[in-house]
């Protein structure tokens, strides 16, 4: 039985069963029946929860007139990402910014909520990296085909029609690389971060473990950026108008 944080414990009490079936029925057989709840997927769940919540605080409390501080703090992000998103991708890049937003921050808390005590940062294991590696995977392969159309399809065969058969293997391969590269880039980093920490708060509790929180907090603010721009990068080729 692996080590359950108390959330997942919870869970594993409440759910275990319906869960444990729901697995069964898709074929896949837990490792542990009794407890299939991984404290990778109670953490995120609980930070999807806890984002709902802060967007529909923010929601409920939006003003023109007196916009509060939380209101502030989400505009200065939005308009970060919004800004970013035109930059990359030109006119009317500034559409994907609210999926941008949410996705950055899902990972970013994700990978904050691990310095809470009682908590582990789910990024630090590899399916939650590879979750939101496939979301953003799909989302531009989606906008692209609503883009263009069928045409979309021709992005993957280049420029010069005779060399299709060629670069059509190429290409496929380019972005299914894409989602391994988003997943072991954000997973590799936090999990280096939470070792890191874990290993100096065992050998000197107090002082010089503080330095390397402070760098845990810039390393996850870090991966959060590269992993929203790479994804607006993907976005800008995959919306490309060919000239």
């Not at 529909?56 to 703090?73: E, M, T």
């Not at 950055?104 to 990978?111: H, K, R």
């Not at 010069?160 to 997973?187: D, K, Q």
Request: include cysteine.
């Amino acid at each position: 039985m692996p080590e359950q944080l108390w959330i997942t414990e919870i869970l594993n009490h409440w759910f275990a069963g319906p869960v444990t079936s729901l697995l069964y029925s898709l074929g896949i057989h837990p490792t542990y029946p009794q407890a299939p709840i991984t404290n990778a997927f109670a953490v995120e769940l609980l930070v999807f929860l806890l984002l709902v919540v802060v967007f529909l605080l923010v929601r409920s409390s939006l003003s023109v007139d007196k916009p509060g501080a939380l209101q502030h703090i989400f505009e200065g992000a939005h308009g970060f990402v919004e800004h970013q998103t035109h930059e990359v991708i030109g006119h009317g890049g500034e559409r994907y910014a609210p999926f941008l937003m949410a996705l950055g921050l899902f990972i970013l808390v994700n990978n904050l909520i691990g310095l809470i005590p009682g908590f582990e940062a789910p990024t630090a294991s590899p399916v939650v990296p590879l979750g939101c590696a496939v979301v953003a995977w799909v989302y531009y392969q989606a906008q692209g085909f609503r883009h263009a159309g069928p045409k979309y399809l021709l992005h993957f065969f280049g420029p010069v029609w005779w060399l299709g058969w060629l670069m059509l293997p190429i290409e496929l391969i380019s972005h299914l690389a894409r989602m391994m590269s988003l997943t072991i880039r954000l997973y590799a980093n936090m999990f280096a971060g939470d070792m890191v920490t874990l290993v100096f708060f065992s050998l000197v509790p107090v002082g010089v473990p503080i330095l390397f929180l402070v760098l845990h907090i810039g390393v996850s603010f870090l991966q959060t950026y590269i992993f929203v721009l790479l994804t607006t990068v993907y976005l800008a080729g995959a919306v490309a108008e060919e000239h």
